[in-house]
């Protein structure tokens, strides 16, 4: 599972090469328009070659007299570019997106670091290597407080679960693991898959999966659920605890997250009470002291 750091990070070959590409375009424009320019960068270049081995045969006086020839050039070429309205900076490989200067991310007013615009690709791909390929059209922004006729209840539920990918958040005990408790169908799964998307949004690694799918996701998916900065598992129920190794791989991934105060957030539908009551033995500990968000939660 690569994160999303990670692949902005693979994609900068392709980006210097595009500059390249690019700086190479303008060059050959502005010489075939401009050919006694090139005339004189080829001379110029020509000249420091030759200083070069003047510098290392310490011959002074051809130091100085190519010194002063390049002078020259340097000087009737500045001429052309002032006189022809040329970009000082044609030679020179210019960044392909303004905004983020070709680094993936900018910087809010906050100083908060965020994804570019121009790194939507990488974005998509993220989404579908975190668990949420089948989510392309979830976004925060159609998420409605007023849906359902609550609109304090939903608007409080999206603040705490932001709160907590944030680290803005406490739960008894100060445990990094939360139960996101409600109802079926108003909005649970529509909800976290937007928070998980915000958390990669803001450069964080996050993965938003099924708890009772734990048990079919490969190993090298699993080690990184330990360590991911955010995690989300959907359709948490004491049940799927009790079903082939679920709760043993889940009491793992919690432990390990927990040692290091990595945030967790169990989805599901019952009540945290009922929860601790029926659940595995090892998971029933751990939710004991977790956070609850729900809307009646204070």
Known sequence: MKTIKELISESLTEVEASRDILKQQNIRRVYKAYPELKEIDDQILNDRNNRFIAVIDKDERLIRRIDIAIEELIAKRDKIIARNNIDPEFDVAKCIC????DTGFTKGSDGTLKVCSCRK??????????GMADY????????????????SGRKKIKNDLLKVLLGLANSEDKSSL????????TGKTFLTVCVCKTAINLGKSAYYGKCEDLQIIGTDTLEALKRIDFLVL????DSVTMTGNVGSILNNILEVRA???????LVTPFPKAELVSKCDMRISGKLSSAGLI?????
């Not at 690709?121 to 975190?130: G, H």
């Not at 939360?178 to 169908?185: I, K, N």
């Not at 729900?294 to 204070?298: A, D, T």
Request: hydrophobic content about 20%; overall charge negative.
């Open 98 to 101: 303004d905004k983020c200067e």
């Open 121 to 130: 690709k990488e974005l998509e791909t993220c989404y579908e290597l975190s």
């Open 136 to 151: 392309s059209s979830y976004k925060m922004k159609n998420y409605r407080d007023d849906y359902l006729g609550d609109p």
């Open 178 to 185: 939360f139960v996101y408790s409600g109802a079926p169908q």
């Open 234 to 237: 959907d359709d948490f129920a």
């Open 259 to 265: 040692a290091s105060k990595l945030p967790t957030i």
């Open 294 to 298: 729900s809307k009646e939660s204070r």
